[in-house]
């Protein structure tokens, strides 16, 4: 932002048209109904037949096949049962698809939010976390309906990268367990305690255990090198899971550790709930409220990068608060779009949303089929498929570019990293909104510039007459025009007011040019209704210039009305009314 001075009437110089901003004709308005018409209702309007019906199926399939293992894994490391994984993907996934505002996203349980529902069970159990994941619904709902989701788009970067990196690592700690079949009655959540019992556990490991996690690793990994298209993870899965089956090898299964997984839902039921319940579980709803809708919203852009389409946020928000309420209702995790097998559904060549609700129909079908043989998967297998999951999660590239090149960003990234692995995913991601708000509003602040014959704004300097000095030969002129460009809000306010507040001289006429001034709040009006108002005492007349509708309303709201300055739509009138002005007096 600056503040340019462009002289007195006699020397004043012709100034070029600046475009008005705030007059730009806006994009033609959403309705209601088409905000919230799923994508699903548009794929059928556009005509859908056999061809397309083919490619969903073919699509649903795959990402299936990809869910299935990675649903019971997920589960598994949130401290729940695996069945409930595969409950959330069916019924959740159904509804993101049918009812989202995204073609291709598939909604289900993510690895995001292992530790947050870890954290939920340990603390108000698993009834607890189903009430949590029902108001979390409940939120979502609210937030789409009223259409906010626009603003989750305004999490800083280093924040996602710094949160999603704690994920990670916290969900790999959580998987040494399995992966070397450790002898543990009770592991902690916390990151800390949770490092401190694996290290006294380490002589108990299982050589079996260990080999087997290795074997699925290096499977997985081979497969996606040779033939990328490969489903990977069920086959390491469904071989580990044979094996054990075959040399009945002393090793964690399923079945040993959680009795096999049903072959049907369950019939649906409401948790238990108070008044004061809810209150209790209420921090917990609002984290899986604003992790789903930001990790959703990254999936479905995710998905737009790859497709050329465009989602509707609020819609899909919607979805994903029912689809929380209806997976809670049936005992399943918490539901969010899940950015893998999103992008494995557009890499399958999905039509629309038809995929998304036939996946859920093939893990349904893959439930009541071949729910027996899940008992002898191991869960090394399964943990290593969790362990390949957090490898991926963390963006180490952009993690150490972070760190490399920005000061004020990487104070943000470790902050929230931090947060998140030593405290709370919750404090990791306000903390590092804050800061990354601090550090926007200081980086806004010092683009603002009192111009004469030069800057007359020093960072960090002593308390000087500077305005003196700079305006001192211009303190007699009849007119004076300064240019105020940028978001003239509260953080610039105080650095626009002082340097003001030191102009020396009365002219008879202040032009303000306004015209490049996007956005004013309450603090800059009041700044600049205190400069007018002293002027007007020193008999000076103050004209506001070139302000646009949405500038010249927070104007009037804040007391500058036109019985305190003058209004007018262009430098070159403001200045033929203070020529005609002069004349008057004169005459």
């Known amino acids: 932002m600056s503040v340019a001075v462009y002289g007195s009437k006699r020397n004043q110089t012709s100034m070029s048209a600046i475009p008005d901003r705030g007059r730009t004709q806006s994009a033609r308005a959403v309705s209601f109904a088409e905000m919230f018409t799923p994508k699903l209702i548009s794929v059928f309007k556009e005509g859908y037949g056999l061809k397309e019906l083919r490619a969903d199926v073919v699509a649903g399939l795959t990402v299936a096949i990809v869910a299935l293992p990675l649903s019971m894994a997920i589960a598994i490391g949130s401290g729940a049962k695996p069945e409930t994984g595969l409950f959330a993907s069916v019924v959740g996934g159904f509804i993101v698809s049918a009812l989202?505002?995204?073609?291709?996203?598939?909604?289900?349980p993510a690895g995001a939010f292992i530790v947050l529902v870890a954290t939920t069970i340990e603390r108000y159990g698993y009834d607890g976390f189903l009430l949590a994941a029902m108001l979390a619904g409940l939120f979502l709902l609210i937030v789409g309906y009223l259409q906010l989701g626009t603003y989750i788009k305004y999490i800083p970067h280093p924040v996602t990268i710094g949160f999603t990196s704690g994920i990670a690592v916290i969900i790999f700690a959580g998987e040494i367990h399995d992966l070397l079949g450790l002898h543990i009655a009770k592991e902690p959540s916390a990151f800390v305690p949770k490092l401190q019992t694996?290290?006294?556990?380490?002589p108990t490991f299982n050589p079996l255990a260990v080999a087997m996690s290795?074997?699925?690793?290096?499977?997985?990994?081979?497969?996606?090198s040779w033939k990328p298209r490969f489903p990977g993870l069920l086959v390491a899965v469904v071989?580990?899971?044979?094996?054990?089956?075959?040399?009945?090898?002393?090793?964690?299964?399923?079945?040993?550790?959680?009795?096999?997984?049903?072959?049907?839902?369950?019939?649906?039921?409401?948790?238990?709930?108070?008044?004061?319940?809810?209150?209790?579980v209420l921090p917990a709803a609002i984290a899986m409220a604003v992790l789903g809708g930001i990790e959703s919203l990254l999936s479905a852009v995710v998905a737009d990068g790859m497709t050329g389409r465009r989602h509707r946020s609020n819609c899909e928000l919607v979805a994903q608060g029912y689809a929380n309420i209806a997976s809670a209702l049936f005992g399943g995790l918490v539901i969010t779009g899940t950015i893998a097998r999103t992008a494995t559904n557009v890499r399958a060549r999905a039509h629309g949303p038809v995929a998304g609700m036939l996946h859920a129909l093939f893990l349904l079908a893959f439930m009541l089929v071949a729910a027996p043989l899940a008992t002898y998967i191991p869960l090394a297998a399964l943990a290593a498929v969790l362990a390949i999951v957090s490898w991926n999660m963390a963006d180490r590239v952009e993690f150490a570019s972070i760190l490399k090149h920005d000061?004020?960003?990487?104070?943000?990234?470790?902050?929230?990293?931090?947060?998140?692995?030593?405290?709370?995913?919750?404090?990791?991601?306000a903390?590092?909104?804050?800061?990354?708000?601090?550090?926007?509003?200081?980086?806004?602040?010092?683009?603002?510039?009192?111009?004469?014959?030069?800057?007359l704004i020093q960072t960090d300097a002593p308390d000087s007459d500077i305005g003196n000095a700079?305006?001192?030969?211009?303190?007699?002129?009849?007119?004076q025009i300064y240019r105020i460009a940028g978001p003239f809000f509260f953080g610039a306010a105080s650095s626009v007011g002082k340097v003001l507040d030191e102009i020396a001289g009365a002219p008879k006429v202040f032009i303000f040019d306004l015209s490049s001034v996007p956005l004013a709040d309450a603090t800059a009006a009041q700044t600049l209704k205190g400069f007018i108002e002293k002027m007007n005492k020193k008999g000076t007349k103050v004209i506001l210039s070139g302000a646009s509708h949405d500038v010249m309303r927070t104007l009037l709201q804040n007391g500058i009305d036109r019985q305190l300055a003058g209004f007018s739509s262009s430098v070159e009138e403001a200045q033929k009314r203070a020529a005609r002005a002069s004349a008057e007096a004169a005459g």
């Open 100 to 108: 989202g505002g995204s073609r291709f996203q598939i909604g289900g």
């Open 198 to 202: 694996l290290w006294g556990a380490l």
């Open 214 to 224: 290795a074997l699925c690793i290096g499977l997985i990994l081979g497969l996606r």
């Open 239 to 280: 071989l580990s899971a044979f094996l054990t089956w075959v040399f009945a090898l002393d090793i964690d299964t399923i079945g040993s550790r959680f009795g096999g997984v049903p072959r049907m839902l369950p019939a649906p039921a409401f948790p238990t709930f108070s008044f004061a319940r809810i209150l209790e």
């Open 407 to 429: 000061r004020g960003e990487a104070a943000v990234l470790l902050a929230t990293f931090l947060l998140t692995l030593f405290r709370d995913l919750t404090e990791g991601i």
């Open 431 to 455: 903390v590092g909104v804050t800061l990354g708000a601090i550090l926007f509003m200081h980086r806004m602040a010092t683009l603002v510039e009192v111009q004469t014959h030069g800057s």
């Open 470 to 479: 700079g305006f001192a030969d211009i303190g007699n002129r009849d007119v």
